[in-house]
Nanobody, 116 residues
């Protein structure tokens, strides 16, 4: 059974940094796309950043220049370095991992709260 486990959320002040981690285990197939999504109170879930196994990355405009996604393929782990955090970054952050066959799994989410 595939497990996706996030960690690293917390409460910080505006301008500070956090690093989220997400590790995938139990997959019978190689993990291709790994991504971070977030859902803020009263809003729909949105894509924050994506990383492919080959190294391509993509970011939502609102985090470009502040967030960096990286991954360790050998460990099936993806990271999200979040710098210069803003109150509007407050959300539950979810990790999604998709294997080479297209099946994907979600983590349980980790809360990020940025105070002004």
């Amino acid at each position: 059974q595939v497990q996706v486990v996030e960690s690293g959320g917390g409460l910080v002040q505006a301008g500070e940094s956090l690093r989220l981690s997400c590790t995938v285990s139990g997959s019978a197939f190689s993990i291709n796309v790994m991504g971070w999504y977030r859902r803020a109170p009263g809003k729909q879930r949105e894509l924050v950043a994506l990383s492919t196994r080959s190294g391509s990355t993509n970011y939502v405009d609102s985090v470009k220049g502040r967030f960096t996604i990286s991954r360790d393929n050998a460990k099936n782990t993806v990271y999200l370095q979040m710098n210069s955090l803003k109150p509007e970054d407050t959300a539950v952050y979810y990790c999604n991992a998709g294997n080479i066959l297209g099946a994907s799994n979600w983590g349980q989410g980790t809360q990020v709260t940025v105070s002004s």
